[in-house]
């Protein structure tokens, strides 16, 4: 395990490879080496969820790796799927779970977290609105994570879009009265976008395009790093 939870803070920054092609092949290793780098220079935790099948090209570099999904499915005669128990021993930290790109039942949400908890595998569970959020803010995952599915790849940041999305999905977490933090994505391309989603009161990013797609790695992840520590 590279970060222990308390170790997370409150400037947790997700860059979610998802399936570009800027991330294929052997340029996954290039962007996890510059996030463990600057995740070192900022003191932030970083963490990279690539394409499942690269998860193994970059295990070594420290940083936190995150599965993209999980599947609820058992050990065993399951062919295809990603199951949790079996993705662990390939040394990630946990998972992204119920991403808008990927949504589950909530059966399999609950199951799937609780899973996840047993493993001591950290859980990011993805919501679109607030009633989301203090829904499954109950289970406990280590961070929900609101995104309006409509500002994904965007360019316009849920923070300038929809800032009380944001404030309101903090509250629903906090109404929960447990360890859960709240990380917002969608849209977010810059440092000011991240600056502002930290003073709604969100404890991170999780962030895809924005970072992937950016010409020049080192010097936006950096940007985003400046502006987790901005408040
Ligand atoms: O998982 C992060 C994601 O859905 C946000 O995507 O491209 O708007 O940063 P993007």
């Not at 899973?115 to 929900?144: D, G, H, M, S």
């Not at 500002?151 to 800032?163: D, F, K, N, V, Y």
Request: with cysteine.
């Amino acid at each position: 395990m590279r970060n222990s939870p308390n170790q997370l803070g409150n400037n947790m920054f997700i860059i979610n490879c998802k399936n570009y092609n800027e991330i294929a092949g052997d340029k996954i290793i290039k962007i996890a080496k510059t996030a463990e780098k600057i995740s070192r220079k900022y003191k932030i935790p970083i963490a990279i969820a690539p394409p499942h099948h690269l998860i193994p090209l970059i295990t070594k570099f420290k940083i936190m790796i995150l599965a993209q999904h999980m599947d609820d499915k058992k050990v065993g005669s399951t062919t295809g799927f990603m199951v949790p128990e079996i993705v662990k021993k390939s040394k990630i930290d946990g998972s992204i779970i119920n991403h808008s790109e990927h949504r589950i039942s909530e059966k399999e949400i609950k199951s799937l977290v609780k899973r996840l908890q047993k493993l001591k595998l950290k859980t990011v569970l993805c919501v679109k609105n607030v009633n989301e959020a203090k829904k499954y803010a109950k289970l406990n995952p280590t961070f929900i994570a609101i995104e309006p599915p409509e500002l994904i790849g965007t360019g316009r940041a849920i923070s300038t879009e929809r800032p009380a999305l944001i404030t309101n999905a903090v509250q629903a977490v906090k109404n929960a009265r447990n360890s859960t933090k709240l990380l917002c994505g969608a849209g977010i391309v810059s440092g000011q976008d991240v600056s502002k989603a930290k003073e709604l009161g969100s404890k991170g990013i999780l962030v895809a395009s924005g970072i992937v797609k950016a010409k020049n790695w080192e010097k936006i992840i950096s940007e985003f790093c400046k502006g987790l520590k901005s408040q």
